[in-house]
T-cell receptor
Framework: NAGVMQNPRHLVRRRGQEARLRCSPM?????VYWYRQLPEEGLKFMVY????????ESGMPKERFSAEFPKEGPSILRIQQVVRGDSAAYFC??????????FGPGTRLTVT | ELKVEQNPLFLSMQEGKNYTIYCNYS?????LYWYRQDPGKSLESLFV?????AVKQEGRLMASLDTKARLSTLHITAAVHDLSATYFC??????FGTGTSLTVIP
């Protein structure tokens, strides 16, 4: 059983471009969480999704950020018009049941 | 917003010694997680604590939860170098502590 997959692992974007981060949950998992980790800091929750639904997006910046988890395919975190402050590691986690999360390897976004 | 504080932020300890990391949080909650993160890596789930008085142990690590005091502890027994990492507590799936960077010195 493959673990949580994230791609790309490293992403470089210039200011103003769009970044698309993908998260494929473990097989059978229908819950996905996205987090952002700035250098030398803890994780900040961004959004919690179930298939085709956003359950909690209270940690998501109001502008430029969006997330989806379609019926088929990976969950996608989309950042439009990236700025240098978006440079961070973005982790997703998936779960099939409460209290059991599995984290992906992360995508390290660098904005130049 | 729920706040989670960990202390210490940095911990340097000798092999063989014992120490405790503390995690305080500001409002009641019914679940508390501990994670380990190695440099440049993802998070590894260590424990989930679901009730007052819950205690879980794995190897040299033991975690406990006091929901009345809003406090969880991660106790390290007879530390070894392999335990060097950053340890995070998290309340529910949404609120993470700042992390404790642990270095075990031979």
């Amino acid at each position: 059983n493959a673990g949580v997959m994230q791609n790309p692992r490293h992403l470089v974007r210039r200011r103003g471009q769009e970044a698309r981060l993908r998260c494929s949950p473990m097989k059978g998992h229908s819950h996905v969480y996205w987090y952002r980790q700035l250098p030398e800091e803890g994780l900040k929750f961004m959004v919690y999704l179930q298939k085709e639904n956003i359950i909690d997006e209270s940690g998501m910046p109001k502008e430029r950020f969006s997330a989806e988890f379609p019926k088929e395919g990976p969950s996608i975190l989309r950042i439009q018009q990236v700025v240098r402050g978006d440079s961070a590691a973005y982790f997703c986690a998936s779960s099939a049941k409460p209290y059991e999360q599995y984290f992906g390897p992360g995508t390290r976004l660098t904005v130049t | 917003e729920l706040k989670v504080e960990q202390n210490p932020l940095f911990l340097s300890m000798q092999e063989g010694k014992n120490y405790t990391i503390y995690c305080n949080y500001s409002t009641t909650s019914d679940r508390l997680y501990w994670y380990r993160q190695d440099p440049g890596k993802s998070l590894e789930s260590l424990f989930v604590l679901l009730s007052n008085g819950a205690v879980k142990q794995e190897g040299r690590l033991m975690a406990s939860l006091d929901t009345k005091a809003r406090l969880s502890t991660l106790h390290i027994t007879a530390a070894v170098h392999d335990l060097s990492a950053t340890y995070f507590c998290a309340v529910e799936e949404f609120y993470f502590g700042t992390g404790t960077s642990l270095t075990v010195i031979p």
